[in-house]
Nanobody
Framework: QVQLVESGGGSVQTGGSLRLSCIVSGNIDSRGCMGWFRQAPGKEREGVAAIDRVGMRVHATSVEGRFTISQDNAKNTLYLQMNSLKPEDTAMYYC????????????????????WGQGTQVTVSS
C-alpha cells in the first residue's frame, strides 16, 4: 500500500507560478513511476507529467516548457513546478503512483497507476 498526500494548490493570476508537492508513505520500496494528473470540470482526467525512479521524465505537450516534474527520493516527495500558468490549467491536480514494479517506465495513462491522492485545486484567473 502507498499513501499520497498533495499540497501546494491555490489561486493565481495568469502568468503566475505554483509548486505542488506530494508526500509518499507506506510501502515505498515497491512503488514505481509516479505522475501528476489533472481533471477540470466536465473533462476527462489527463496526464500532466511522470517520472520514473531513475529520473526519466515525460511531460504532456500542453505543459512542455512550463511545468517540470521532479522528485526527492530522500524526502519521499514528488513535485510539480508550474510556471506561466494559464486559465486552461485550472483543474484538480492529482498525484499518482504505480505499484509493484520499482522499475516501471514513465506513463501518462491513468490506467497504469494504482494509487491516487485526494487532489489539490489549482485555479488560474485571467
Amino acid at each position: 500500500q502507498v499513501q499520497l498526500v498533495e499540497s501546494g494548490g491555490g489561486s493565481v493570476q495568469t502568468g503566475g507560478s505554483l509548486r505542488l508537492s506530494c508526500i509518499v508513505s507506506g510501502n515505498i520500496d515497491s512503488r514505481g513511476c509516479m505522475g501528476w494528473f489533472r481533471q477540470a470540470p466536465g473533462k476527462e482526467r489527463e496526464g500532466v507529467a511522470a517520472i520514473d525512479r531513475v529520473g526519466m521524465r515525460v511531460h504532456a505537450t500542453s505543459v512542455e516548457g512550463r511545468f517540470t516534474i521532479s522528485q526527492d527520493n530522500a524526502k519521499n516527495t514528488l513535485y510539480l513546478q508550474m510556471n506561466s500558468l494559464k486559465p486552461e490549467d485550472t483543474a484538480m491536480y492529482y498525484c499518482a503512483a504505480q505499484y509493484g514494479d520499482p522499475w516501471s517506465s514513465t506513463s501518462l495513462r491513468s490506467a497504469d497507476f494504482d494509487f491516487w491522492g485526494q487532489g489539490t485545486q489549482v485555479t488560474v484567473s485571467s
